[in-house]
Every structure is written in structure tokens, then in C-alpha cells.
Nanobody, 115 residues
């Protein structure tokens, strides 16, 4: 059974940091492209960051220089380090894994940036 389990979300003040984790099981993790998506209320879901099996990374412009995506293949886990958080980063963050046409999603974790 394939599972993607996110953790690390929560409430943080503007300027603060959070680290999201996505623990995968039931797949050959190292072969998958991993991504973090977010969806804010009333907005479309957007791809925030992705990392290939070779650890090449890509970011949406709004988070460049603030967020870092990484992966630990030994732990079957992907991470999203989020620094200098802004209120507009508030959203449900979901991890996504893809190998060819095979894709999986986590359940999502809420990130709220507010004073």
C-alpha cells in the first residue's frame, strides 16, 4: 500500500520558519520526482517546488530564496524548508510523487502565517 504522509505544518508568525516532511512508503522512492503543492482558499493549486531523482530543483518565483526542497532517499522522505514566511504563504501544502504516469498525493498539511 502506497502512503505519503506529511507533517510539520502549523501556525507561525510572519518571518518565521517551518519544515514540512513527506514520508513515503510502498514505492521505490529514489525513482520518483517529488513536489510540494499548495492551495489557498479561493485560489488554484500551484506547484511550489520540485526535486528530481537526481536532486535537481525548481521553485515558483514567489518562494525563490526563501524555500528549499530536499530529499533523503535513505529515509524515503522529502522536505520543504520554509523561511521568511509571509501571510500569503498560508495554504494547505501537499506532497506529490511522480514516476512516469504514476502519481501519488499526500493528505495535505495546513500552514498558517499570521501574527
Amino acid at each position: 500500500q502506497v502512503q505519503f504522509v506529511e507533517s510539520g505544518g502549523g501556525l507561525v508568525q510572519p518571518g518565521g520558519s517551518l519544515r514540512l516532511s513527506c514520508a513515503a512508503s510502498g514505492i521505490i522512492f529514489r525513482l520518483y520526482v517529488m513536489g510540494w503543492y499548495r492551495q489557498a482558499p479561493g485560489k488554484q493549486r500551484e506547484l511550489v517546488a520540485s526535486i528530481t531523482s537526481g536532486s535537481s530543483t525548481n521553485y515558483v518565483d514567489s518562494v525563490k530564496g526563501r524555500f528549499t526542497i530536499s530529499r533523503d532517499n535513505a529515509k524515503n522522505t522529502a522536505y520543504l524548508q520554509m523561511n521568511s514566511l509571509k501571510p500569503e504563504d498560508t495554504a494547505v501544502y501537499s506532497c506529490h510523487g511522480a514516476q512516469g504516469v504514476t502519481t501519488y498525493w499526500g493528505q495535505g498539511t495546513q500552514v498558517t502565517v499570521s501574527s
